[in-house]
């Protein structure tokens, strides 16, 4: 790129006098003063969540109504700020999904640690954690502020999946022992 | 005897004192709730519209009414000040500490007396100024007084013996000084152009107005087209003198946290506060008696007339009132006027100030001067 020199021009009387410029501004905030409000008023009116936000992290169900976290702790170890606890666990044998084999028993993420980052949500194999669009959480303690998993699955819901790995895999190993059988 | 006679009528006089105090100190608060609304407003806000006791959340139309205009968070402000802890610095000296804010309030509202703030027609058919103390030095008197506000500036700014306050007070007692020459050049030609050779003359403010009453078409004109440069350098002095943007060196948040008062709370800083507002409102108060008319609704419609129109011109009480309405009318415009410049245009430097009072505002005030003794005196001859 060529270089441009450009002549900076003297200032003109009126542009050194400031006042046409004073007048200009005075027209605009002017202008503003009869304008709408741009702002909600919060806690009575609420903002529109844009899709992909990153709220609170939550825990979800499949469509079937069953718990998809296999108690990996992926997301315990790539957590940053270490805000993830999770006591792994298994499936009672009389169970559905007994052949899922593991769940975690205890789930807990601090949201005082917690940065919001979603490295959890995109290390999860399972796609078991969201973070979802709820973007404020307070309380009067500390304890108040660590979700455990019911509160956590409490907060997720349920979100649609198409995928029903483990039904999938459960329909492949019983087709494969009637084949065999 | 005449000393006696005075004597007597000094609880009245207390009285009206009192009276007119008891207006400008909530006056003076109601502008630092205009003040935040039209900030808001002119930042696409709504602006303060929480506060709210119970009992008025009852009351239908005015209840969410005066909470929408935010009237309960000004009583609450005021409320704040009062009863929140007075905290004395250990690095102040506490006599010059404690005594800045009293001496930023005396000059305040000690202007008021030669202010006229309405009229009504005597028996006589003349106007008789409402004021508590028609004397001749008038506007001298203001300005004479209104400077002394200096003192309580550097006085807080050195007592408060940190650098932020010192250089606070230094800057706007610097700064004050600067402008008052202009601001007292810039209305020497309206007291030229009132006070005719030979006649009594005087510095009165209620004259000035009395001026701009008189019947014709150059009687009725105001100053303000007149003497248009006169009126924007006294404008501008007034802004500066006020301490309000674009020229609030005194200030200047950003470089000195709050200048003069940063070691103020409470109480004391809501002195310099509403101070800084009673001279707004009686720096609005003299540029509206001067130059736009005083209590005269329009230019070439004189109060009396006015009242003539509305048919009241018999009754001193309506008309009395009716321009004390328009002429706080016109500073409450005026005042907002204040708030409009001071939400759109940027602080100027230390330095640009200086260039603008002694380089620009001088120079101009002074020729202005010269223009109009030379005009006058050829008109005269």
Redesign the interface.
């Known amino acids: 790129m060529a270089v441009v020199t450009l002549e900076r021009k003297p200032l003109t009387l009126a542009e050194r006098s400031y006042l046409p410029q004073v007048a200009a501004g005075l027209w605009i905030t002017i202008r503003h003063l009869f304008s709408p409000n741009k702002t909600l008023q919060y806690p009575e009116e609420r903002p529109a969540i844009p899709p992909g936000y990153r709220g609170v992290p939550t825990l979800v169900k499949d469509p079937n109504g069953r718990e998809k976290c296999v108690s990996c702790q992926l997301c315990e170890f790539v957590c940053p700020p270490k805000a993830i606890r999770i006591v792994p666990g298994g499936i009672p044998e009389s169970a559905d999904s007994a052949h899922v084999e593991k769940a975690p028993q205890a789930f807990d993420i601090d949201m005082l640690r917690c940065i919001y980052c979603g490295l959890c949500q995109e290390v999860c194999p399972e796609e078991a954690i969201f973070l979802q669009n709820q973007y404020s959480s307070s309380g009067y303690t500390r304890g108040e502020m660590v979700n455990n998993k019911e509160r956590l699955y409490e907060l997720g819901g349920t979100l649609p999946d198409t995928h029903f790995k483990w039904d999938h895999k459960k329909k492949a190993a019983e087709e494969a022992a009637g084949g065999h059988v | 005897m005449s000393f006696l006679t005075q004597f007597h009528s000094m609880p009245l006089d207390v009285l009206k004192g009192l009276a007119v105090i008891c207006v400008m100190f909530p006056l003076a608060g109601a502008c630092s709730m205009a003040e935040r609304k039209?900030c808001a407003?002119?930042?696409?806000?709504?602006g303060p519209n929480r506060a709210i006791p119970f009992w008025f959340a009852w009351v239908p139309v005015l209840g969410p009414f005066l909470r929408k205009i935010g009237a309960f968070h000004l009583l609450a402000d005021g409320m704040k000040f009062l009863f929140k802890e007075e905290i004395v610095p250990g690095q102040v000296n506490r006599r010059y500490f404690v005594l800045a804010p009293i001496l930023a309030m005396i000059p305040a509202l000690t202007t008021v007396t030669v202010v006229p703030f309405g009229a009504f027609i005597g028996a006589d058919g003349g106007m008789v100024p409402l004021m508590l103390a028609n004397v001749d030095v008038g506007l001298l008197a203001v300005f004479a007084i209104a400077s002394l506000g200096v003192y309580s500036v550097i006085l807080a700014g050195w007592a408060s013996n940190s650098k932020y306050s010192f250089l606070g007070g230094v800057r706007a007692s610097a700064q004050l000084i600067s402008y008052e020459l202009s601001l007292t050049l810039s209305v020497l030609p309206v007291f030229l152009w009132i006070n005719a050779p030979g006649a009594p003359g005087t510095l009165g403010l209620a004259r000035a107005v009395e001026f701009q009453s008189q019947p014709g078409f150059w009687g009725g004109t105001w100053f303000l087209f007149i003497m248009p440069v006169s009126a924007f350098i006294f404008l501008i002095a007034l802004f500066a003198e006020t301490n309000r943007q674009p020229f609030d060196m005194a200030e200047s948040e950003a470089d000195l946290v709050g200048g003069f008062h940063t070691e103020y709370g409470a109480f004391k800083w809501s002195l310099f506060f509403v101070a800084e507002y009673c001279h707004m409102i009686i720096g609005s108060g003299v540029f509206v008696l001067l130059f736009l008319g005083g209590w005269n609704p329009l230019p070439w419609v004189p109060l009396a007339r006015f009242a003539g129109l509305l048919g009241i011109a018999g009754l001193p009480i309506l008309v009395g009132l009716l321009s004390v309405v328009i002429l706080l009318g016109k500073i409450l415009l005026m005042i907002f006027f204040f708030m409009?410049?001071r939400?759109?245009?940027p602080r100027f430097r230390y330095d640009q100030v200086m260039r603008i009072g002694w380089r620009t505002l001088l120079p101009l005030a002074i020729a202005n001067l010269l223009f109009y003794v030379i005009g006058i005196w050829v008109l005269q001859r």
């Open positions: 039209v407003w002119i930042q696409d806000r709504p409009w410049v939400w759109t245009v």
